[in-house]
């Protein structure tokens, strides 16, 4: 395998490209302070964790053994019951949501699921490949769930079963539902065949270290939890962890003899190089790692919403998230820090990656601009 000399060149510009454009983004989760240079070798293998991870395979070329201690990890990190949990490593939060609706729909098929508006756009689709019935509820205007919303519309429909999508941080405003509010008042109409979802894409690895504890794992009622690996941890392939409780999972497995395996996933070959990221980011930052970043993207979020405010930018963010929210920006300053816009608002998200030197940097160049006009 080899290139002639225009390809060659083509993909070194290409390369040093993505340098660049790596390390100028601000508007987007991700996180690129990662050195993964120990896994390098394994790029040489056709690693594919086919099936349950937790199963038995005939195929062996795979890590699946290493992808069940993340799940373990997550599990634990996420407060599932003891021995009831389940989950595997998919390519990302969209996955995930998909795997945790498609167990939610096989456990009632009738249900109605609820989600706010400010759900991720993914999940419309996914509701429309899984047919399943849905009703959007209202935010308020820092884009958490409006309960009184979701209040009287579960009233009018307590006799089907509900399927909850709440959202751990909203991609836009990084707003947070509160689970046990959201299980108090299913309780309250005592509808009894109810599924929640938590939706953590960003702050799944960031909620556990946090004071106080937002209200989202499965000791506050979810049923299954999902994260992007490629978010606030970080890797070079998109990927994601869902888990969610055994017995649900138990209840709609089914065996195929061609693995000799279950197939319990969404796909039948699955990444088997980015459950070694994610085995390889817990272990060597361990929870001190973990919670050291945590602070760090708050410290930076802080020193931002301060910053702007003094430049007389109307910025703020929702308590204790990454994300500080602005009025839209130039069109210049949009392109070159790569600031997601929607609705007259954008967005810093402040990774682990980024310091105060780059909000520094911002401020400036935002304040030239606003003196330019
Ligand atoms: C990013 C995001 C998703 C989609 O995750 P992918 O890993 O990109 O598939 C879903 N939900 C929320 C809240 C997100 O922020």
Same mark, same amino acid.
């Given at each position: 395998m080899s290139l002639n000399a225009h390809q060659q060149e083509k993909l070194k510009i290409f390369i040093k490209d993505i340098h660049k454009k790596a390390t100028s983004f601000?508007?987007?989760?991700?996180?690129?302070?990662?050195?993964?240079?120990?896994?390098?070798?394994?790029?040489?293998f056709p690693l594919n964790n086919l099936g349950d991870p937790f199963a038995k395979s005939t195929w062996q070329v795979d890590s699946r053994e290493f992808e069940c201690e993340v799940i373990e990890f997550f599990a634990k990190l996420l407060r599932a019951p003891e021995k009831d949990w389940w989950g595997y490593v998919t390519n990302g939060s969209t996955e995930a949501n998909l795997y945790a609706l498609y167990l939610a729909r096989e456990l009632y098929p009738n249900g109605i699921c609820y989600f706010s508006k400010e759900t991720h756009y993914s999940v419309a689709k996914n509701l429309h490949l899984l047919n399943m019935r849905h009703i959007m509820i209202r935010c308020d205007d820092k884009g958490v769930i409006d309960y009184d919303d979701l209040r009287e519309t579960l009233k009018v429909n307590r006799d089907v079963p509900a399927i909850i999508f709440a959202n751990s941080g909203t991609t836009m405003t990084e707003a947070k539902d509160d689970i046990k509010k959201i299980r108090t008042i299913l309780d309250e109409f005592s509808i009894s065949k109810s599924y929640i979802h938590s939706d953590a894409a960003l702050c799944g690895a960031i909620n556990p270290f946090?004071?106080?504890?937002? %209200?989202?794992?499965f000791e506050d009622g979810a049923d299954s939890v999902s994260l992007s690996g490629?978010?606030?941890?970080? %890797?070079?392939i998109p990927c994601g962890v869902v888990v969610a409780r055994k017995s649900n999972v138990d209840r709609i497995a089914r065996s195929i003899a061609y693995i000799g395996c279950l197939d319990t996933t969404i796909t039948g070959s699955r990444n088997g190089f980015t459950p070694m990221v994610l085995w390889y980011a817990i272990n060597s930052l361990g929870l001190e790692g973990l919670a050291k970043r945590v602070l760090h993207s708050l410290e930076v979020a802080k020193y931002t919403e301060i910053q702007l405010q003094n430049i007389g930018i109307k910025a703020w963010r929702n308590p204790n998230a990454i994300t500080v929210v602005l009025p839209a920006v130039p069109e210049e300053i949009k392109q070159k820090y790569q600031l997601a816009t929607a609705n007259g608002m954008t967005h810093i998200i402040c990774m682990p990656h980024m310091n105060f030197s780059d909000i520094d940097a911002f401020t400036s160049a935002l304040k030239l601009d606003m003196n330019d006009l």
């Open positions: 601000m508007g987007y989760p991700i996180s690129t302070d990662f050195n993964y240079q120990q896994l390098k070798e394994l790029i040489n946090l004071t106080p504890r937002p %209200s989202f794992d490629h978010k606030f941890i970080g %890797s070079p």
